[in-house]
């Protein structure tokens, strides 16, 4: 009776263990555009906003005819940090990133980041330190001609059982040696969403 009730428990345990790995199924993943219409769409700021919006400014300051007006060619550009007014917890590196990959790419800009702020300042003064250093010779700073500032923006707006969420990005281009701003834009993206059982 015992071996009976032993292996009956473990044919029920075998059958258990083939039915539930007959029930995992395996995750799918594929690579999408971030820039498509397959890639997710959030109320907050996602990828693709973030590359659209980085595109848009790019194009509008290359075309402006800012950089040409440059005392000498390719301009120099000093990057500043993005100021972040927004409720989002926002790496700001990432438009960052995406506007000084455009515009290096255009031949039209030189970035520079001796004059910047946080680590890579610290990282370019060091190598100038060590030029110096190495080849006795006293390394002569560049000062760009043109200083590039961003602001995120959060605007918050409710009615009925909708949120919208507007993002606005800001950018200045500030020529260094008067002070005077040469190029000014701004992209909004509003985001809307609705509380579940309320239609469009």
Known sequence: MKATTTKFFGAAAASAALLLTGCVTTQETRTVDAKGPESLNTSAINPQDWANAADQLTGSLITSGALERAPKHP??????????????????????????????????????????????????????????????????????????????????????????NTYAFQMSLVQVKTGLTVWEEERQIAKQTRRPGVGW
Do not use: F
């Not at 000093?78 to 990133?97: P, Y």
């Not at 506007?99 to 890579?120: C, D, M, S, W, Y």
């Open 75 to 164: 301009a120099v550009l000093a990057v500043d940090r993005v100021i972040n007014n927004t409720q989002l917890m926002i790496d700001t590196d990432l438009l960052i990133k995406k506007i000084r990959v455009a515009l290096t790419q255009t031949g039209k800009v030189a970035i520079t980041n001796t004059l910047g702020l946080g680590e890579r300042a610290v990282v370019a003064s060091e190598a100038a330190e060590l030029e110096e250093m190495q080849s006795g010779k006293k390394q002569k700073t560049i000062v760009p001609d043109y200083t590039l500032y961003a602001k995120l923006i959060q605007q918050t707006d409710r009615q009925g059982g909708t949120t919208q």
